[in-house]
């Protein structure tokens, strides 16, 4: 903190800041572009270092991603000398009484009335339901025998929330619900929060009222069907947020403090349980011995699927682990100075200076991550493991909680649904490879097995490789059905946008089809 008496000018550090207009069609391509987000960050990085300054939303911000900035401004964070700072429409979209909008003692009592619910030892009672969905869904998605788009992650996601919320599944509601947040995320990128009618931040808080008045109405039902001791009451995130008590005020949630931190928790736990299906999925199939080790591994789990079991699958974990870092759904997050002047790195930052923590440029670290640009799910595995191979890296432990591997972010806002994340996606990809085989597919035509690949390219050397192909593609279709993926651009907000955002099709075994692009 500085002295008041030998306060020098404000310095911040450097960036590009840009002109008008020149800036703001910069800052809109970088974050509309996937791949923007990362080229920009490496460019700034290699100009600048880890932290600089941007031009970010109308103002200059300070983004910052070096193991020393995130350790400076977690700990910030954890004296109340920084909060969080979403920008103005994202504030009101997720309401006054969501734990990710508060700062101080409220955000801690609301925290300790939400932790149960996603404690490490708690969420095991997740298991049975997210396993039984999983399986039921993945059914679905190979009895179509047809393309689908990547939003049936998106409405899985839901679903697992939902039924861990509640205990069961009610199809209509979480239709609507999936709807509605759809247009309630649209508002995302508003540039104003005046709300103008027909404006995508109108149509968003809109489907807010409508999404807090269906939690309300699912309260009172649950509450109607499920009494305290019941088991319900004792085993589901609704439950306990109904019934659980903080320890220090003795106090419980208000009916308001419900319904945001439902919408809250399914916005933080919507996107990027889809956007982290779709990376392993990509990951995986770039990378068939992974693919491979991993197929090994799951087809010896126990049934019904064991927790402790699952926790402690090494390649498992490895690949999540890689593939989560080299694809972070979140990469970064929003903070400012609270109320007193910061000094770091010879920079002074003032009351209301914002930062934009980078994840993204952690992970994607040379010295922390050797050939950080490819991925190498051996990197997590443990030195006892006959596939571990000491190369370059430092033995990095991604449960560690260190900045060296922030994907769940840091300081008092850390991620509040890590053990729910890590066992959705364990489930999903233990079923998947153990009852599915699952081949990458770039676009193509399919045509009774054979696939033939796009014809942009060049034609002689695009026919003999369909009819090889076509072949190993009749092969494949063995004995598991197979799940195909392909791929397409993925949202800026969840990281690149070579890795996912997949329309993927899941098929039975010698099921033929046509697909048109
Ligand atoms: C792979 C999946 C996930 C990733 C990578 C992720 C990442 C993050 C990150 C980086 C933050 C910190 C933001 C900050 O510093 O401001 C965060 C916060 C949060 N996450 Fe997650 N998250 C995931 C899944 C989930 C799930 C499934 C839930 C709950 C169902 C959840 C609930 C939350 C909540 C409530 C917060 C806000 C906590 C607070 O402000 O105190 N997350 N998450």
């Known amino acids: 903190m ?11 550090p450097p960036g ?26 490496n460019h700034a990085r290699r100009h600048y270092g880890t932290m600089f300054s941007q031009y970010f939303f109308g103002r200059i911000n300070i983004a910052c991603g070096g193991q020393d900035d995130l350790l400076w401004l977690f700990n910030n964070d954890r004296k109340s000398l920084t909060e969080i700072a979403w920008p103005p429409n994202i504030a009101m979209l997720l309401g006054p009484g969501a734990v990710a909008n508060q700062t101080g003692r409220y955000h801690r009592v609301l925290r300790s009335l939400l932790e149960p619910s996603f404690a490490p030892k708690f969420v095991m ?23 689908q788009s990547s939003e049936v992650f998106k409405m899985y996601a839901l679903r697992l929330f939902y039924v861990s919320s509640f205990g069961k599944a009610d199809e209509e509601v979480i ?16 540039i104003t929060v005046r709300r103008i009618k027909g404006t995508s931040f109108d149509e968003a808080m809109k489907a807010r009222d409508r999404i807090l008045d269906t939690v309300d109405m699912l309260i009172d039902e649950f509450i109607k069907e499920n009494p305290e001791e019941s088991e319900r009451a004792q085993t589901t995130i609704i439950g306990r947020l109904i019934y659980g008590k903080d320890k220090d005020d003795n106090r419980m949630m208000t009916r308001d403090e419900m319904k945001d931190n439902i919408l809250n928790l399914i916005f933080a736990g919507h996107d990027t349980t889809y956007a982290s299906i779709s990376t392993l999925l990509y990951h995986l199939s770039e990378n068939p011995d992974a693919m491979e080790a991993l197929a090994d591994e799951v087809s010896t789990l126990i049934e019904p699927l064991d927790s402790d079991e699952l926790k402690n699958a090494p390649v498992l974990n490895a690949c999540i682990h890689e593939s989560w870092r080299i694809d972070p759904p979140v990469i970064g997050s929003f903070r400012k100075v609270a109320n007193t002047d910061l000094e770091h790195k010879g ?17 994607t670290d040379e010295s922390l991550y050797k050939n950080h640009d490819q991925f190498n799910m051996k990197r997590f595995l443990p030195k006892e493991h006959p596939l571990y191979e000491l190369k370059d890296d430092s033995g990095i432990d991604p449960l560690a909680g260190r900045t060296n591997y922030p994907i769940f972010g840091g300081g008092t806002h850390v991620c509040l649904g890590k053990a729910f994340a890590q066992l959705e996606l364990r489930v999903l990809a233990a079923r998947m490879l153990k009852h599915y085989q699952v081949e990458h597919q770039q676009p193509a035509w399919i045509l009774y097995g054979i696939r033939i690949p796009k014809i942009s390219t060049d034609l002689k050397s695009s026919l003999p490789s369909a009819l090889v192909q076509g072949t190993f593609l009749v092969l494949a279709l063995t004995l598991k059905p197979s799940l195909r993926l392909k791929f397409s651009n993925r949202s800026f907000l969840y990281g690149r946008s070579d890795g996912a955002g997949v329309a993927f099709e899941v098929h039975k075994r010698a099921k033929m089809f046509v697909e048109i692009i």
């Open 2 to 12: 500085t002295n008041p008496t030998t306060k020098e000018p404000r310095k911040i």
């Open 16 to 41: 590009y800041i840009g002109f008008p207009i020149i800036r703001d069609i910069k800052f809109l391509a970088t974050v509309t572009s996937g791949t923007g987000v990362l080229d920009s960050l």
């Open 125 to 147: 009672n997740y298991l049975k339901c997210m396993d039984d969905t999983t399986l039921h869904e993945l059914n679905d998605w190979a009895s179509t025998g047809d393309y």
């Open 175 to 190: 239709a609507t619900l999936h709807d509605d947040f759809k247009l309630w995320i649209g508002g995302f990128m508003a």
């Open 347 to 363: 920079y002074t930052f003032e009351k209301g200076q914002t930062f934009n923590y980078s994840i993204l440029m952690a992970t």
